[in-house]
């Protein structure tokens, strides 16, 4: 299983940036995937994620929410992460990761933790200028 995350650069606070992580080796329609982003110093945080049963429902940290979209592209076995209205604080490197879990709606907030993940992208760095 692969996942290869790309789409990170340099921007202006108040913008935006698009990532993408493809998936090879699973099909992504069955998995959980979540978003985590990494500032250097500092724990690894969940962004968001969008779960493995049929409605995908997405959930997203606080501090992006009303900011950042997960959408996922089952076609292309890709998922991705819309970022606007960028703030210094979200400089961080993004990963992308894939869980095997199949949690039941009850047990969700397990998602929010790093160590339900089983594959992980290698990251891709975000660097937002004030």
């Known amino acids: 299983v692969q996942l290869q995350a790309y789409g990170g650069g340099l921007v202006q606070t108040g913008g935006f940036l698009r990532l993408s992580c493809a998936v090879s080796?699973?099909?992504?329609?069955?998995?959980?995937v979540g978003w985590f982003r990494q500032a250097p110093g500092k724990e690894r945080e969940l962004v968001g994620f969008?779960?493995?049963?049929?409605?995908?429902?997405?959930y997203y940290a606080d501090s992006v929410k009303d900011r950042f979209t997960i959408s996922r592209d089952n076609a292309k076995n890709s998922v991705y992460l819309q970022m606007n209205s960028l703030k210094p604080e979200d400089t961080a490197a993004y990963y992308c990761?894939?869980?095997?879990?199949?949690?039941?709606?009850?047990?969700?907030?397990?998602?929010?933790?790093?160590?339900?993940?089983?594959?992980w992208g290698q990251g891709t760095l975000v660097t937002v200028s004030s």
């Open positions: 080796g699973r099909t992504l329609n069955s998995y959980t």
């Open positions: 969008s779960t493995w049963r049929r409605d995908h429902r997405l």
């Open positions: 990761a894939l869980s095997s879990s199949r949690l039941v709606l009850s047990a969700t907030d397990r998602y929010r933790q790093p160590e339900e993940y089983d594959w």
